[in-house]
């Protein structure tokens, strides 16, 4: 044994020595170089070659010098390497217990870490970064044996010495400046992290490594801006709670639902903490990945624990108040702080449209569907009448995703479309009476909206014209569901076929003329622009329906209800009236 450890030191010495060697010589290299870049453009000129061209003899130079450094920088890295694989064969061969090849491991992997630090506080940098990929293929690899093949560390434990190792590795490459290290250590972090949830058959603490490290490379793209390290990262947080939230629902998983939700909260305060911090108390402008990850986060860590809290039957209330207050606080924070502190308008509309699917998402965890419907609705009347009073285009935006919304979870717009399109011999399911007040509120908030200003722009006109929309269909819904039974029998049980396709087709003619008159006001403006797609649903709706199954008598009023739509909407379209003034104060509307 004294044989094989004296053999072992004299191995250790010639090693040690060897990477000396090689680092005087890159420190001379780099020496070299330093020296040659001080010298004067003018000392280094040579003279000019037959025909104008200058010998690029300098060039030349130093491009064999960076090979030569790069080389010499490559084989001291196989040294270090090297010496790592000595400690692993002197582990595996029982000159040393496993216990102390792996904290010897660890000690290496640290040492050169360390020495990464030194060479770019020296101004090294290729050194350092070579120093600190030598660190990275050390330990992220013994990190994993250590678990799976010594059986040293639990797989919690492995997760913590993951995250210190890489937190120190990051503060290296943060302090001085290595962005190729921070990606290696980012990148090396991720399948380790990934490889200790397979093996423990754990994922909560692994996950919530890789959560906390893509908070740091998204300050790491705040302070020394590395800006693309944050996407994949952030992309394989977000996944990995997804899986998270999809293991603790089932039955015999290891983590229970507590586990899970507890990760989506971090993620959760983690992100957003984050970003609040950035564009409120530093004042600064959201940028693209903020709003990317800020939906993300909300979908996987509000949306992920309401699917988690309902499937494990613990209920989704309490996730729905807290939506809701989220986004209370979130329309403050938009009106009463940035709007009034911050001159751009990027974080007004950030925070605006955070609120927004906040109190969205919030309520539907609440409510009920009708109750939920009338939610919306009322939402979409104040919405719209503070956005017409004050002259503000997010509220009046807003209000036309409230209303829409309403009609969507009442079942305003499913329930036109079977109405008008249902055979007669099928039962289709009659609206209710509160359906009414959903109606009332999508009508009124087109109003608002139509009266509060004129739209200049096409995305204005396109909202205006989706609220419309919205409201036209759920009416002519409502009046079939409602004119149906007494004019032509109960659907399913005796109905008549030809009488249900003449009522069907008396609503859409009448809702045609209507939109028709209506567009002439520059209010319903984009009313006006239904009718003519109406009319076309109308007459495949005869050619489909009421020819094949209408008697005479109702097929003839079916004719002379479109023949006399036709005549009437084309003149009705021809008359427009000039839009009037907006309402509200003469002043420019506000954001």
Avoid at 17 to 24: K, L, N, P
Avoid at 139 to 165: C, D, I, M, Q
Avoid at 171 to 193: E, I, K, M, N, S
Avoid at 394 to 414: I, S
Wanted: charged fraction near 15%; proline fraction near 5%; include cysteine.
């Amino acid at each position: 044994m004294s044989n094989g450890s004296s053999e072992l030191e004299a191995r250790l010495a010639e090693l040690a020595e060897s990477v000396r060697q090689i680092e005087r010589r890159v420190a001379a290299l780099e020496r070299a170089g330093a020296v040659q870049a001080a010298v004067p453009a003018a000392r280094r000129r040579v003279p000019a070659a037959p025909g104008g061209a200058r010998p690029a003899e300098g060039q030349v130079a130093a491009k064999a010098a960076d090979v030569t450094r790069n080389l010499s920088l490559g084989g001291r890295t196989l040294l270090v390497l090297a010496g790592a694989f000595v400690l692993r064969a002197l582990t595996d061969a029982g000159s040393l217990p496993a216990w102390l090849g792996v904290a010897l491991g660890f000690a290496y992997a640290g040492t050169w870490i360390a020495m990464a630090y030194l060479a770019g506080r020296a101004d090294r940098s290729w050194s350092a970064g070579f120093h600190g990929a030598a660190a990275v293929m050390i330990g992220f690899p013994l990190l994993f044996e250590a678990t799976s093949r010594f059986k040293l560390l639990s797989p919690v434990a492995a997760s913590v010495l993951l995250a210190a190792f890489t937190g120190v590795a990051l503060g290296v490459a943060a302090r001085r400046r290595l962005q190729a290290l921070a990606w290696l250590v980012a990148l090396g972090c991720v399948p380790t992290a990934v490889a200790l949830m397979v093996v423990g058959n754990r994922l909560v603490v692994p996950a919530l490594v890789l959560v906390l490290l893509g908070v740091a490379t998204l300050w790491l793209g705040y302070v020394r801006d590395w800006v693309y390290l944050r996407w994949p990262i952030a992309v394989v947080a977000d996944l990995v709670v997804v899986v998270m939230a999809l293991r603790a629902v089932q039955s015999g998983s290891g983590e229970g639902p507590g586990a899970a939700l507890l990760l989506q909260f971090f993620l959760m305060a983690l992100y957003l903490g984050s970003i609040a911090a950035r564009t409120l108390l530093l004042k600064r402008d959201v940028v693209p990945f903020e709003v990317a990850q800020t939906a993300a986060a909300i979908a996987v860590g509000l949306g992920g624990a309401a699917f988690v809290a309902v499937r494990s039957g613990m209920g989704a209330g309490g996730f729905g108040v807290a939506s809701i207050a989220l986004g209370v606080a979130a329309y403050a924070v938009a009106f009463v702080f940035v709007e009034r502190q911050q001159k751009g308008r990027a974080n007004f509309y950030f925070y605006s449209s955070v609120a927004i699917a906040l109190v969205m998402a919030g309520t539907a965890l609440v409510l009920g569907r009708w109750a939920l419907a009338l939610a919306w609705a009322a939402f979409a009347v104040t919405a719209g009448g503070l956005g017409r009073r004050r002259g503000r285009m997010t509220l009046a935006v807003h209000a036309a995703v409230y209303a829409v919304a309403g009609a969507f979870a009442g079942g305003l717009l499913a329930g036109a479309v079977e109405a008008v399109t249902a055979p007669a011999a099928v039962a289709w399911t009659r609206a209710p009476a509160w359906s009414v007040l959903v109606l009332a509120a999508v009508v009124a908030t087109a109003w608002m909206r139509g009266s509060a200003s004129p739209r200049a722009t096409t995305p204005e006109k396109v909202i205006q014209l989706a609220v419309v929309a919205t409201g036209a269909i759920a009416a002519a819904g409502i009046l079939v569901g409602w004119l149906v039974p007494p004019l032509a029998g109960t659907p399913g049980s005796g109905a008549s076929a030809g009488a249900v396709a003449t009522v069907r087709t008396a609503v859409l003619v009448a809702g045609a003329l209507l939109l028709a008159w209506a567009g002439r006001f520059g209010t319903w403006l984009e009313a006006g622009w239904l009718a003519y797609p109406l009319l076309a649903v109308a007459g495949l709706k005869i050619l489909l329906e009421d020819l094949p199954r209408s008697r005479p008598a109702t097929l003839f009023m079916s004719f002379a209800f479109y023949g006399a739509a036709l005549i009437l909407v084309p003149r009705l379209r021809s008359r427009r009236k000039a839009a009037p003034e907006p309402a509200g104060p003469g002043r420019p509307p506000q954001p």
